[in-house]
């Protein structure tokens, strides 16, 4: 299981947007976009793994997110059984 968290601020032009990609392909999009304040979004995926498959999280061109000692954006896994 994959998941991603995002924190950014408000822009009424830029909005948050980060993605979980597995072997090439977008699989699960997260994005917030409001004009003020602050935007939180999430999301997870389960995934059956093989052997030299990749995952990865990107942000979108253009988009960004905020972070700082505090961990506002995050991605974690974990292995949920083995085959």
Request: aromatic letters at 14%; proline letters at 2%.
């Amino acid at each position: 299981m994959f998941r991603i968290s995002l924190y950014g601020g408000g822009s009424p032009s830029t909005g948050s947007t980060v993605s979980i990609t597995k072997n090439g392909e977008r699989v699960v999009v997260a994005h917030g976009h409001q004009a003020g304040y602050a935007v939180n979004s999430s999301n997870a995926v389960v995934f059956l793994l093989e052997v030299g498959d990749v995952v990865y999280v990107s942000l979108w061109s253009g988009r960004w997110i905020y972070d700082s000692q505090d961990n506002h954006s995050t991605f974690s896994g974990y292995l949920l059984f083995p085959l």
